[in-house]
Structure formats: C-alpha cells, structure tokens
C-alpha cells in the first residue's frame, strides 16, 4: 500500500538494514494487544503470508475466506487481508488472553509492527514508526531478531520482487482501466487464482515457486495485454 506522507512525519528519519538496532521491542507487547485491534483492512497479506496460514491452519486460501480473510483493493489490485471482528475489530486470530493464536505464523506485517518498509532501487529498507506503538519503553533489537523470519535473505528478495511486481501491475490495471476494457477485472482474477487459490508445494521452496510464477506471470502479462493492442 503506498502511502503519502513524508518519512519525516511518521518516523525518526532513520533508515535500518538487517543488522542495525532499532528501538521497537515492545517487550513482549504485555497486556496490550492494540495493534490487532481496528485495524480495518490494512493488514494486507503476499502469498507468503497466505501460505503459512493455509499450512498452520490446513485449510485451502478460499476456506480461510469463508472467516479468516477478505478481499479488498488496493491501488486497483484485488489482496487479501485479515479480516477484523466483532465491535472492538479485533483481528480474527487474537485470542481471549488477547495474544496470538498463530504467532509462530503470523504474518509479515504483524512481525514487522512498529517497523514499515521503505522501498527505493528494487529494494527496501525499513523505518521505525515513531506514533504507532502504545509502549513508549521500547528497548533497541537488532532488525533480524525482530522480524524473527527464516531464511532472511530469500524473503527479503521475495518482499522486494512481490512489490515491484505489484506495481507493474497496478500500472496495467490504471492503463486497462481508463481504456474501459475488460483487462483489470481479468488481470485481477489471474493475480488471486496465480498466487494465493494455486496452492504450492510443500516439499518444495516456497520462495523458487513464487519467483517461478512470477517470471511466467509477466511474460503470460504481457502476451495478453499485446492482444488487446
Ligand atoms: S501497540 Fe505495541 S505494545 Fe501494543 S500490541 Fe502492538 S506492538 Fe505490542
Ligand atoms: S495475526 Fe496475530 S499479530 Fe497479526 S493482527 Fe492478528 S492477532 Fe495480531
């Protein structure tokens, strides 16, 4: 999701690398559990994030929309998120005692929070959000720790190549739909049954499968947005 604020406004102006410390651990979030709570739909979710809750949970991506997830736009593409309930919108996962029912399988947001990523030159970096976390104590982690994500370096190539994709595409959907044709609602179609309904094998690498569909997803693109020329 792009956003139109300046990193001054919502950060220290501070840009982080894997390795350098950064004032985020909230400890343990202790009794607070605010930032799984009305969060509406911006807890966007890549196919990462689908794929782990469909192993965790051993459900199919559309069982997990029948109550877990919803679907929503943005930038003209179609994305899941997790889906908000009951009158306070707490997130789906967020159990009684007010933890998460699937940390260990969270998604990438969520193991990001307070950090956001800042993208530039095919890859990111990542900025502390200074007005997002209720813990003002927050001690300084190291970037790698806190993200407590496996095999770092193939995510960090996945995270970058998923969102410049997803920009080439929201491109071709704002140029198909000022011509009015059909492409958007069939680019966006190809997108969700592509990377989050085509399920992925679980002997094999998740992130050599993804960076395959999408190497195949540009060319197959492209051959159909030649056609409408
Ligand atoms: S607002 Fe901060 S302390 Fe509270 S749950 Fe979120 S990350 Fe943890
Ligand atoms: S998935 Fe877990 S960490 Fe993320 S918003 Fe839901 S309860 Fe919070």
């Not at 929070?113 to 502390?128: A, T």
Request: glycine letters at 6%.
């Amino acid at each position: 999701m792009r956003r139109n604020v300046s990193l001054e406004e919502i950060s220290d102006g501070r840009l982080y690398d894997l390795n350098d410390m950064v004032k985020a651990d909230c400890g343990n979030c202790a009794g607070c559990s605010a930032c799984c709570q009305g969060m509406g739909d911006s807890i966007l979710l890549d196919p990462l994030d689908v794929y782990r809750l469909t192993l965790c949970l051993d459900r199919s991506f559309e069982s997990l929309l029948s109550d877990c997830l919803e679907l929503g736009v943005v930038d003209g593409i179609v994305l899941p998120h997790l889906k908000m309930t009951d009158k306070e919108e707490r997130c789906v996962f967020l159990n009684e005692e007010g933890r998460c029912s699937i940390h260990p399988h969270r998604p990438g947001i969520c193991r990001l929070f307070p950090l956001g990523r800042y993208y530039e030159n095919s890859s990111f970096r990542y900025f502390l959000q200074t007005g997002e976390c209720r813990n003002t104590n927050r001690t300084k982690v190291k970037v790698s720790k806190w993200i407590d994500t496996p095999q770092i370096r193939g995510n960090q190539k996945f995270i970058a190549d998923w969102h410049y994709f997803l920009k080439d595409m929201e491109d071709k959907v704002q140029e198909a739909a000022a011509r009015g044709d059909d492409l958007a609602k069939n680019l966006n179609l190809y997108l969700l049954n592509t990377f989050f309904v085509t399920p992925y094998e679980r002997e094999a690498s998740f992130y050599g499968q993804v960076a395959g569909r999408m190497s195949r997803a540009k060319q197959e693109i492209c051959n159909l947005t030649e056609d409408i020329h």
